[in-house]
Antibody, heavy 123, light 108 residues
Framework: EVQLVESGGGLVKPGGTLSLSCAAS????????MTWVRQAPGKGLEWVAS????????YYADSVKGRCTISRDNAKNSLFLQMDSLRAEDTAMYFC????????????????WGQGTLVTVSS | SYMLTQPPSVSVAPGETATITCGGK??????VNWYQQRPGQAPVVVIY???DRPSGIPERFSGSNSGSTATLTISRVEAGDEADYYC???????????FGGGTKLTVL
């Protein structure tokens, strides 16, 4: 069974740092582009960042560019999101997802999703 | 930047057909994916590349995409279809994934 399990969320003060992890199982992790998507409480989905299978390309939403770093360890079947200079508006459930791609290594759809890890930025 | 526009809400009686639209500039030239998110759960893809259905998704779910509007159609709506639905595309101009704002489907 393909499974993604996020961890690392929690309460952090504005300006602080947090590192999220996503453990993958049930598929060949090193063959897939991966992504992070977040959802603020009561709000819609917002794409955060993606990384191609070989880490050749990383893409970031404008809202997090320069403050977040996406990375992966294919040997450990793990995806990461380092978040710096956190703001109140970063408060959200953070989901990781596998990207099934077509045409390029980037364009695609997200399946499956993990259950998410909650990040709360508050003083 | 590229934007996708969805109606905030759609209401339909059981057994009827629900139509959820996703508007975007020349969206017909892009491949659109649709997700269902029930309360407290992670999203699940119900349509990918405009009109393909993943295994396990009922045939009642279908999609279309042309011009400036993509559409998710749910036929013979059931109470269990009540959820939020999001459209999503890849914008090659910015190398960004884009989500629509989401549509809350209410089954009356």
């Amino acid at each position: 069974e393909v499974q993604l399990v996020e961890s690392g969320g929690g309460l952090v003060k504005p300006g602080g740092t947090l590192s999220l992890s996503c453990a993958a199982s049930g598929f060949t992790f090193s063959a897939f582009t991966m992504t992070w998507v977040r959802q603020a409480p009561g709000k819609g989905l917002e794409w955060v960042a993606s990384i191609t299978y070989s880490s050749n390309y990383m893409y970031y939403a404008d809202s997090v560019k320069g403050r977040c770093t996406i990375s992966r360890d294919n040997a450990k079947n793990s995806l990461f999101l380092q978040m710096d200079s956190l703001r109140a508006e970063d408060t959200a459930m953070y989901f990781c997802a596998r990207v099934l791609t077509y045409n390029t290594d980037s364009e695609g759809w997200f399946v499956p999703w993990g259950q998410g890890t909650l990040v709360t930025v508050s003083s | 930047s590229y934007m996708l526009t969805q109606p905030p809400s759609v209401s339909v009686a059981p057994g009827e057909t629900a139509t959820i639209t996703c508007g975007g500039k020349n969206i017909g030239s892009k491949s659109v994916n649709w997700y269902q998110q029930r309360p407290g759960q992670a999203p699940v893809v119900v349509i990918y590349i405009n009109n393909d259905r993943p295994s396990g998704i009922p045939e009642r779910f279908s999609g279309s995409n042309s011009g400036s509007t993509a559409t998710l159609t749910i036929s013979r709506v059931e109470a269990g279809d009540e959820a939020d639905y999001y459209c999503q595309v890849w914008d090659s101009g910015t190398d960004h994934f884009i989500f629509g704002g989401g549509t809350k489907l209410t089954v009356l």
